[in-house]
Every structure is written in structure tokens, then in C-alpha cells.
């Protein structure tokens, strides 16, 4: 699917498109977890989880499977302009110990900024690396 990934029923959706625990996704321009919990024997499945990841947070994972956007090293579009990415410990996905760590550093946007408008980009992909949207 091409589309954005940005409710729980589209991440649910392309569930199917991959085989493995984890999916990494881009394009979003936004941190943001979905979970799917593996479901007890004889239960429905639990409702999918989906958090925004907060710079500096840590989220342990249980077993099941998962789409992580991690945000965006250029493009922040949640109102940060830091570059945003995310640190991914597998642990044992069988059984747990899986958390993901969102992180955020600063760097020359600015430069980034003179860069674009020298090589002709339109000037308002530019200006947005200052607000992050």
C-alpha cells in the first residue's frame, strides 16, 4: 500500500505486506509506534497500541508484532526541528524484551536551509526545517 501510515486501521491494513516482528516505515515524517499484542489462546487480539514517541522515551514491547516510524532526519513534521530518529533493541522477539527509543539531535538546519534555495528547491520545503512542519 501507498499511503500514509497514520491510523490504526491503515497500519492494520498493511499488516499483510510484511512477514517479520518489525516493520520500519518512513514518509509519515512523524514518530509514531503501532503494536499489534499477540493474542492469548482462545482470546481475540488486543487492541493495536499506538503512541506517539516523545524524544528521551523508552517503550518496552510485547511480543507481537509492530510498525515503527522512527520520524524524520529532514522533514520533521511534528513540530520539532531536530532530526529525529529512533533506536530499535530486538532483544528476543519471540519472547520480549523489545523497546524502542526515541531520539532527537539538533543540527544546521540553517545551512541545510541555504543548501536547498542555492540548488533551486521550492523555498517552502526550506522554511519549514525551522518549524518542523
Given at each position: 500500500?501507498?499511503?500514509y501510515l497514520?491510523?490504526?486501521?491503515v497500519a ?12 520500519l516505515?518512513g ?9 499489534f499484542?499477540e493474542?492469548a489462546?482462545?482470546s481475540?487480539?488486543?487492541a493495536?497500541q499506538?503512541?506517539v ?10 511480543p507481537g508484532?509492530?510498525?515503527l516510524?522512527p ?7 511534528d513540530g520539532?526541528?531536530?532530526a529525529?530518529?529512533?533506536i530499535?533493541?530486538t ?6 524484551g523489545?523497546?524502542v527509543?526515541?531520539?532527537r539531535v ?5 545551512r ?7 540548488s ?5 520545503l ?8
Amino acid at each position: 500500500m501507498w499511503e500514509y501510515l497514520l491510523s490504526p486501521a491503515v497500519a492494520q491494513a498493511n499488516l499483510s505486506a510484511f512477514e517479520t516482528p518489525c516493520c520500519l516505515v518512513g514518509h509519515t515524517h512523524l514518530p509514531l509506534l503501532f503494536a499489534f499484542p499477540e493474542a492469548a489462546k482462545g482470546s481475540s487480539p488486543p487492541a493495536i497500541q499506538v503512541r506517539v514517541l516523545e524524544p528521551g522515551e523508552t517503550v518496552a514491547l510485547v511480543p507481537g508484532r509492530l510498525i515503527l516510524n522512527p520520524g524524520s532526519v529532514g522533514q520533521p513534521r511534528d513540530g520539532d526541528p531536530r532530526a529525529a530518529y529512533a533506536i530499535l533493541d530486538t532483544g528476543d522477539l519471540d519472547t520480549g524484551g523489545v523497546t524502542v527509543t526515541q531520539r532527537r539531535v539538533s543540527y544546521d538546519f540553517r545551512r541545510t536551509q541555504d543548501k536547498m534555495q542555492r540548488s533551486g528547491l521550492p523555498a517552502y520545503l526550506g522554511q519549514r526545517l525551522a518549524l518542523g512542519r
